[in-house]
């Protein structure tokens, strides 16, 4: 009979030890996972804040394309412009040339006229 107390109090014991170490294992297994999710919530905001750089980054990148690009198209306007009003001077200054032509053959034409006038005159 003391044996079977002993015996039961030994597997009692036995029984209690097993669930302290069962416990201690479910609360360590417990602390991983807690710590597991920690740092994948981590990773995951790391992740986050580092898309929302590159998105940034790709946004100015787009900014200063756009601005360079839009700079490209103005001066390649300004430089169109630029000939338009230089052909329309060439042309004015053609036309100025060719009036001041006919404006010498007509003063030369009126003084040849005037010669003649003053020489039947003198006749």
Known sequence: AQMEAQQAAFEKE??????????????????????????????TLMGQKMEVKRR??????????????DLRRQRLKDEAKAREDLKELKKQ????????KKAETRKAEEQARTAELMIRMKE
Do not use: T
Not at 15 to 43: I, N, P, S, T
């Open 14 to 43: 036995a029984q209690l030890h097993e669930a302290k170490v069962r416990a201690q294992m479910e609360a360590q297994q417990a602390a991983f996972e807690q710590m597991r999710m920690k740092l994948a919530g981590e990773e």
């Open 93 to 100: 200054l053609n036309m100025s040339q060719e009036e001041m």
């Open 56 to 69: 940034e980054f790709l946004f100015m990148q787009n900014a200063e394309k756009k601005a360079e690009d």
